[in-house]
């Protein structure tokens, strides 16, 4: 009796201390894991990983060196912005999380004409592979708007197409094959 009382007594604690530590453990690439909040000046494989999905996203354009920079800061700051949460100044781990659910997402793929005043998915998308391209220089936020309708004509100009104030879906292609 006595010692099926230790056990049920140690089965208890574990499975309490299991209870405790889920809220922290998330996956990633389907593999637990213990994210740190990250703070400017760390360093380490865990800031490479968060660089590596940053850039993945076209928020990240520095040398990934595993360092929470400024550039880190800024980037982690734009996904924050583009996504219509509070800008912080660190990445906590559920923010790591986002960021990396959102690199492992693939991007839309183009079924409409984008106008002027369009906003959604497909024209961050857009934006993105303009960006990559050098032709936008905004935030991303999905609005299709003068900067991204400019972006456009210029990638229009500099590729010998017609000019438009429209981004048919063949030229979304186009431009996502120029930006790969």
């Known amino acids: 009796m006595r010692k099926t009382k230790k056990i ?3 089965v208890l604690a574990l499975l309490m201390l299991t209870t405790l530590a889920a809220p922290i453990l998330t996956s990633a690439a389907n593999t637990s894991y213990i994210y740190r909040r990250l703070n400017y000046g760390d360093s380490g494989q865990d800031v490479v990983q968060l ?3 940053l850039k993945k996203l076209g ?3 520095g040398k990934i ?3 929470y920079l400024d550039l880190t800061q800024a980037a ?3 996904f924050e912005y583009a996504r219509g949460y509070k800008l912080t100044w660190y990445c906590t781990a559920a923010m790591q999380e986002k960021i990396y659910d959102a690199s492992q997402k693939k991007p839309p793929q183009p ?3 984008l106008h002027y005043g369009d906003s959604g998915d497909d024209v961050k998308a857009l934006q993105k592979a303009l960006k990559k391209l050098g032709y936008f220089d905004g935030n991303i936020g999905g609005n299709y708007l003068k900067q991204t309708r400019q972006a456009v ?3 229009q100009e500099d590729y010998g197409y017609k000019l438009t104030n429209y981004c048919t ?3 979304q292609g186009r431009i996502r094959k120029a930006a790969k």
């Open 8 to 10: 049920l007594t140690a």
């Open 76 to 78: 982690v700051q734009d």
């Open 65 to 67: 060196g595993g360092n």
């Open 111 to 113: 079924e409409r004409t």
């Open 51 to 53: 660089q590596k999905a």
């Open 169 to 171: 879906v063949a030229m």
């Open 153 to 155: 004509k210029d990638f």
């Open 59 to 61: 928020y990240f354009d």
